[in-house]
């Protein structure tokens, strides 16, 4: 492609299911020029609770079949992908790879003042400590406390993002976190934004919360201005879904997460990519 064909193109991001869409509202809402292709791999959703090696070999399908699609640069926006296989893809493939983690990660070590970190995550991400490490190479300083929250994702996607019953559990989920005293808690998972009400309720003022989609979608914009690769169109960018499941529950769901309808929603086989 030529330079000018090559801003024009799309970006491609996957994630397991929809909550990566929270990743690409904000990408969208930060870069409205740029069109977007995103693929929910909602056949094999979730990532969070398979093996490190059976998520590369995921992530490198939904690569392999985002790239078919002639993109610019591919984000990785789910958590559990990013931890496990961000750095195979980066090696691999000839174009930016931007995961979610290290964004997230920057930008808690921005913002506490104490040192004390909190993440949530899914038990995948959680396993892997990526989010510490991270923490840890750029302020050795930090102490970082991790808990998983597996019931998060399923409140995400059925809506119920208040009430006393998700209280409950984000309190049981949060309190030893609170006891570790953090003052920074990382929303380690592409879903947990739906949730960010209850989450801070229960947090408290005094702990500032750290959005991995928002800090990703400034990463994305500052890395296509670095490569040249910003889209010079003055029109809105176009949006493609593409889902290796049923388009129907992902369409319903995913506006929740992407803020407004999902207008053109395709079903894609990924299993012989």
């Given at each position: 492609?030529?330079?000018?064909?090559?801003?024009?193109?799309?970006?491609?991001?996957?994630?397991?299911?929809?909550?990566?869409?929270?990743?690409?509202?904000?990408?969208?809402?930060?870069?409205?020029?740029?069109?977007?292709?995103?693929?929910?791999?909602?056949?094999?959703?979730?990532?969070?609770?398979?093996?490190?090696?059976?998520?590369?070999?995921?992530?490198?399908?939904?690569?392999?079949?985002?790239?078919?699609?002639?993109?610019?640069?591919?984000?990785?926006?789910?958590?559990?992908?990013?931890?496990?296989?961000?750095?195979?893809?980066?090696?691999?493939?000839?174009?930016?790879?931007?995961?979610?983690?290290?964004?997230?990660?920057?930008?808690?070590?921005?913002?506490?003042?104490?040192?004390?970190?909190?993440?949530?995550?899914?038990?995948?991400?959680?396993?892997t400590g990526s989010y510490e490490k991270i923490i840890l190479r750029m302020r050795p300083d930090c102490r970082v406390f991790s808990k998983s929250c597996p019931l998060f994702v399923p409140f995400a996607e059925e809506g119920w993002t208040e009430g006393g019953a998700v209280r409950e559990v984000a309190r049981t989920y949060l309190d030893d976190l609170l006891h570790h005293e953090i003052d920074t808690l990382v929303l380690g998972c592409t879903h947990y934004p739906l949730l960010a009400g209850v989450i801070s309720g229960v947090a408290g003022e005094s702990v500032a919360l750290v959005d991995s989609a928002e800090e990703t979608a400034s990463e994305v914009a500052a890395t296509l201005k670095t490569e040249g690769l910003l889209n010079p169109s003055t029109k809105d960018g176009k949006h493609v879904f593409l889902v290796s499941d049923a388009p129907g529950p992902f369409r319903e769901t995913g506006e929740r997460f992407f803020g407004r309808a999902l207008e053109r929603v395709e079903w894609v086989d990924i299993s012989g990519v």
């Open positions: 492609m030529t330079i000018s064909e090559t801003q024009r193109a799309s970006i491609g991001i996957f994630d397991s299911g929809v909550g990566g869409l929270t990743v690409c509202r904000k990408i969208s809402e930060a870069l409205p020029r740029e069109s977007i292709v995103y693929l929910g791999d909602t056949a094999r959703v979730p990532y969070g609770s398979k093996s490190g090696e059976t998520v590369v070999r995921y992530a490198r399908a939904c690569a392999s079949l985002l790239l078919q699609r002639g993109i610019k640069m591919l984000v990785v926006a789910c958590n559990t992908a990013s931890a496990f296989a961000l750095d195979t893809l980066q090696n691999s493939l000839d174009l930016p790879v931007v995961g979610v983690v290290e964004p997230g990660a920057r930008a808690a070590c921005r913002r506490t003042r104490s040192g004390r970190v909190g993440v949530i995550g899914t038990r995948g991400t959680v396993s």
